[in-house]
């Protein structure tokens, strides 16, 4: 009996030694799956001052009532909550895959991506992976 449990600890620690970095691996990779497409995600907030019934986009030096919503130059969809806090997002998708004989352009006026063959621009090209 003695022998069996000093080889079953054995067996439990080996197996710890094993397992124990796994799982913090395995939990490792799915907290990076999770956060890596919002590192992409490009909002933002911002409180405005204290009794100020506007929200100030300062790229623009623009004012915009509590309630609003609209699309700034540099192509992020903005509101101005009740709350007195302006939130901004980005308006597009930015391509993270594309077929390799194609291209991507920014279209600033269309807040796209245009993704296209980089032998002739006016065949568009699928893409196979992207982030908001």
Known sequence: PLRQQIRSNV????????FLP????LALAV?????????HA?????????????????KEGAWYP???RWRTKDCMDCSCHDNGV???????????????DCRMQFNQKACEYEVFKKDDRS??????GAVV
């Open 123 to 128: 065949v568009s090209c699928p893409v196979l």
């Open 11 to 18: 067996i439990c620690q080996l197996c710890l030694c094993f």
């Open 86 to 100: 302006m939130s901004c997002c980005s308006a597009y998708s930015t391509p993270t895959r594309i077929p390799d």
């Open 22 to 25: 796994v799982k913090r691996s």
């Open 66 to 68: 509590i309630g609003s």
């Open 42 to 58: 490009s909002c933002w907030y911002k409180k405005a001052e204290t009794d100020i019934k506007q929200c100030l986009y300062d």
């Open 31 to 39: 907290l990076l799956g999770t956060l890596l497409p919002l590192i």
